[in-house]
């Protein structure tokens, strides 16, 4: 057996130039796949393909907008062959823009939050269940939802409008993964807890939040996720490891849904 779990397979990350999407890409990379990221800033575009380095390919697109993954697809496809796997980290809190408690949510913080994380999502699996389906090839899908879709926080982590999104990610998962399975498409999810990444930094620079975090958070005696953890796990379900794995949510949480957390 190679000892690269992802020895000549094509991998398309959304979201891959930042935070968990990237350091997932450098594990493709490191793991012998080819790789191609998205990301919506140029700068960041450019970075995460010198940083990858080897077999990488890097589109800078609007994860929102309807043809960005499919354009991402067709460049894979061109520069690498094929595509065996699509990796939807792209969405993010629309606490800035008013998401929050149900009383105070905003219609905007709403909207752009449900169209970062669902939206977005909708089109980059569309877009690869299609590419699969017409070229007759298993593939698998692993899409990023949080343990906030189903082990809320009120105190530290209200954002109502992003729990929902998150949760649904779940649905419309395990949804795709009962009809296309006789297409042998699979589909997972990965629920991270909290994690240091850059959309993170409200919390791990707020002490209060850190010192339940150690608590709720227990393992590894309460040190921060890295991105590398949630990396790890992605590489396996995006591997032939995990081939008879479909329809399940993986909580990389450091022991987040099975501990009480303290508050100070």
Known sequence: MDTQWLNGKTIVII?????????????????????????????????????????????????????????????????????????????????????????????????????????????????????????????????????????????????????AAKSAVIGFSRSLAAYYAPHDIRVNVIAPGLVETPMSQRAFTDEGIMQYIQTKQPLRKGDPMKARDVADTAVYLLSDRSSMVTGQVIAVDGGWTVSEGQYA
């Open 15 to 163: 979201g891959g130039t930042t935070g968990l999407g990237l350091a997932a890409a450098i594990r493709c990379a490191d793991e012998g796949a080819s790789v191609l990221v998205v990301g919506s800033e140029e700068e960041n575009t450019a970075q995460a393909r010198q940083v990858i380095g080897r077999n990488c390919e890097a589109v800078c697109g609007d994860a929102v907008k309807e043809g960005t993954a499919d354009r991402a697809i067709e460049t894979a496809v061109s520069v690498f062959g094929h595509v065996d796997g699509l990796y939807h980290v792209a969405g993010g809190s629309g606490r800035r823009f008013g998401d929050g408690p149900l009383h105070d949510m905003t219609d905007e913080g709403w909207n752009k939050t449900l169209q970062w994380n669902l939206d977005s999502l909708m089109f980059s699996n569309r877009s690869a269940v299609q590419y699969f389906m017409k070229q007759q090839r298993q593939g698998v899908i692993l899409n990023m939802s949080s343990v906030l879709g189903y082990s809320p926080s009120p105190r530290h982590f209200a954002t109502h409008a992003y729990a």
